[in-house]
């Protein structure tokens, strides 16, 4: 257990949207608060206010768009950050994902702030492209988080090791700590009966993004319906209207025959993994690690994903799921006729990444305890 913090300090999160920092990582805040530290999210806000001040934080708006890679905008973004961490007299500044450590690394930085959590979520398209472009960018990202944006004192905290690796960090070094992505509590996502097949029932929760694999999951199910496999798939959520890989609607509805439905969004994830068999991410690369992966693991469901970092770091092929390459829509169908030919075999892995969730340390819990033994040795004398 990490002992309480002897005197009032304030730690701030920096994090582009509040709906993202509700739905990942409100157990950080929550075990920041356990440790006695006062906690402020400073984002932009739309709807979840609420729901951050009930886990004891304290909601500072910053408006600052997470798509737009104009320097100017970031550099005005920086500059009001820092003015509000020099307001809050912040000790500890905790910067989510990729944008929000541009800009709130820029902003301790001016500040002064040396005490740094630097939280990479998955490297988006920098971590999928391997072309030249992809490469140069990773090299510049290195080059700040490691250079300008740095100080003796920032932590990195990534959700797989390839992601460390790919900016030049070695995974095992101190200042770097790996977690199982936002983690999962599997009090709320519980193992319920599977249902009766066929057809095999498959699930995909998440943004509707073309970097996800939508589009690759709606082909290969087309593919092993017309190979005779009783395959039906589920599609939950919604397009991110920021987002420019978001897919239209008009393309969501006109994927719903044959097979495939599209529901739109929920706020009954467990609900809809207790009706199904699988649960489904097959992305093209640049995670961190799934959210949905964690929660259909937690669930008792066997796990259908690509081999890309993150993913793979939850899923063992053959063990808690299958993994098929990025992109490829045969190698998926494959994939699931293999899944509902084999009932037992779906059940055997559920069972697996159940097991996975609580003994590997994806937990709620078990996150929230490794970010405060960052703050605790941060803060320590």
Not at 65 to 78: C, F, I, K, T, W
Not at 273 to 293: I, K, N
Not at 340 to 355: H, K, Q, S, Y
Request: hydrophobic residues 50%; charged residues 20%; glycine residues 10%.
């Amino acid at each position: 257990m990490n002992a309480p913090i002897p005197q009032k300090k304030t730690l701030a999160f920096v994090v582009t949207e509040d709906w993202f920092f509700a739905s990942h990582f409100l157990p950080m805040a929550r075990a920041a608060v356990a440790m006695g530290l006062s906690v402020a999210v400073i984002t932009r806000v739309r709807a979840h206010r609420a729901v951050i001040e009930a886990a004891g934080a304290r909601v500072i708006e910053l408006e600052a768009e997470r798509s737009s890679l104009n320097p100017m905008a970031a550099g005005y973004a920086a500059g009001q950050l820092a003015a509000i961490l020099k307001a809050l007299k912040a000790d500890i500044v905790h910067c989510i994902a990729l944008r929000g450590i541009l800009v709130g690394g820029t902003a301790a930085a001016m500040t002064g702030i040396p005490d740094r959590v630097y939280a990479l979520t998955g490297l988006g398209l920098l971590g999928a492209r391997e072309d030249r472009t992809g490469k140069l960018a990773r090299l510049a990202l290195k080059g700040l988080i490691r250079g300008p944006l740095a100080s003796r004192r920032t932590r990195y905290l990534f959700e797989n090791a390839d992601d460390a690796r790919a900016l030049g960090l070695d995974p095992s070094d101190t200042a770097v700590t790996i977690v199982g992505g936002a983690g999962v509590d599997p009090d709320a996502f519980v193992p319920r009966p599977l249902p009766p097949p066929p057809p095999l029932e498959v699930a995909i929760v998440a943004r509707m993004l073309w970097s996800k694999g939508i589009d690759v999951a709606v082909e290969a199910v087309r593919l092993a319906r017309g190979q005779g496999a009783a395959v039906a798939l589920s599609l939950y959520g919604a397009p991110d209207a920021s987002n420019r890989r978001a897919i239209p609607e008009a393309t969501l509805r006109a994927w719903s025959r044959d097979g495939v439905t599209w529901h739109g969004p929920t706020r009954d994830v467990a609900g809809v993994f207790a009706a199904h068999h699988v649960g489904c991410l097959p992305s093209r690369g640049g995670e961190g690690l799934p959210r949905t992966l964690l929660e259909a693991a937690s669930s008792g469901r066997a796990i259908l994903t690509s081999d890309v970092p993150g993913c793979r770091d939850l899923v063992r092929d053959g063990v808690e799921g299958l993994l098929v390459p990025p992109g490829d829509a045969q190698a998926l169908a494959a994939a699931l006729m293999r899944l509902a030919g084999d009932p037992a075999l779906v059940e055997r892995m559920g069972e697996a990444a159940r097991a996975r969730i609580l003994q590997g340390g994806y937990t709620e819990a078990a996150i929230g305890s490794a970010v405060a033994g960052i703050y605790s040795e941060l803060l320590s004398p």
